[in-house]
């Protein structure tokens, strides 16, 4: 009878342990690396990347300013592994560590669909309270611009407006956006909103602005050949070159619509974020103003505006002063 008891202890205990290590095993695959064997060489074109998961290697591929030189089966291998990253499981493995349960907790109406929870991340962001996981968030913003199944679900309330303004690309979601944004204040405000969201995200690297990246690309070796891609660097490098007369109509028709976007969500612009933050800050500028978008910007704006006037001392920068000016005459 003790014989036949231990026995069943220990088939119990041994049946645990195997699930157990079977679900640890699942869990952590997307977290361990896949793409480092693959991918050698990397580091000659991403020297300032520690490229120690794949995750650095998607990073690394996605911002090289010189994706020709990369090896075409580690190219592949490297856009599979992105596509796959949006599945909802595989999304909340990758968040788990930095995470835990905090993401899964979030009021999100969908997270089935491939990049959902990504999406809803996003959009919650000022919810998540662990700060190594709204750090970890922030960087996987990236991924919304390398899969169209991502892009579509932050623009899902433009259908109507993309019918009628006709800016239906299936294949290249990054074209109907940009035709979007050139409709920006004929839009309904539910479309309204989610495009400035990406244009937010978008403003962060000019790789994520494909069709300016493009038509830019001769004013960009010509003018900004030294500027790093992130930070919004190359969209202010550019800007103050836009009168030059080397710049073509194609480029300058699309700093237009990137300043267009400026004038009705300031966080467009990084250079004015960054000029305008401590303004903001010290003139509690955030201060009881409304939900509203628009409302909102006009609040701020118009309290940074106050305090020049009433001769605060503030650091309150010409660029931030001059795209303040763009907002008021554009009204």
Same mark, same amino acid.
């Given at each position: ?30 977290? !361990?690396?896949? +793409? %480092?064997?693959?991918? $050698? ?6 020297? @300032? #990347? ?130 979007? !944004?050139?409709? +920006? %204040?004929?839009?309904? $405000? ?6 400035? @969201? #990406? ?133």
């Amino acid at each position: 009878m003790t014989s036949c008891f231990f026995r069943y202890y220990i088939i119990f205990y041994l049946v645990i342990f195997i699930n157990y290590a079977c679900h640890g095993s699942s869990l952590n695959k997307i977290n !361990q690396p896949q +793409l %480092l064997s693959e991918c $050698k060489g990397l580091d000659k074109i991403c020297p @300032r #990347l520690e490229l120690k998961s794949d995750l650095d290697i998607l990073e690394c591929v996605q911002f090289s300013d010189t994706p020709n030189n990369i090896d075409q089966n580690c190219l592949s291998n490297v856009w599979k592994f992105a596509a796959t990253l949006l599945n909802y499981q595989n999304m909340l493995e990758l968040l788990d560590p930095h995470c835990q349960s905090e993401v899964v907790s979030l009021p999100c109406n969908s997270r089935e669909q491939p990049g959902a929870l990504l999406k809803c991340a996003i959009e919650n962001i000022s919810q998540i309270k662990r700060k190594d996981c709204k750090t970890y968030v922030e960087r996987l913003r990236f991924l919304t611009f390398l899969d169209a199944r991502a892009m579509n679900l932050f623009i899902e309330e433009c259908n109507d407006d993309v019918a009628k303004y006709n800016c239906e690309f299936d294949r290249n979601p990054e074209v109907t956006l940009s035709c979007l !944004q050139k409709y +920006l %204040l004929k839009l309904k $405000k539910a479309c309204q909103t989610q495009v400035l @969201r #990406l244009s937010e995200l978008q403003a962060e690297n000019v790789k994520y602005d494909k069709q300016l990246l493009t038509k830019c690309a001769s004013e960009r070796r010509l003018f900004c050949e030294d500027v790093s891609m992130g930070s919004g660097q190359v969209y202010e490098c550019l800007f103050r070159h836009k009168d030059e007369q080397r710049m073509s109509p194609q480029c300058a028709s699309e700093l237009l619509r990137h300043e267009q976007l400026i004038v009705q969500d300031y966080q467009v612009s990084r250079g004015l974020v960054r000029a305008c933050k401590e303004d903001i800050k010290n003139n509690r500028c955030r201060k009881s103003v409304s939900d509203d978008r628009d409302i909102r910007l006009a609040q701020i704006l118009l309290c940074l505006e106050n305090a020049t006037h009433y001769g605060k001392i503030i650091s309150i920068i010409v660029f931030c002063i001059f795209k303040q000016k763009i907002f008021f005459f554009n009204r």
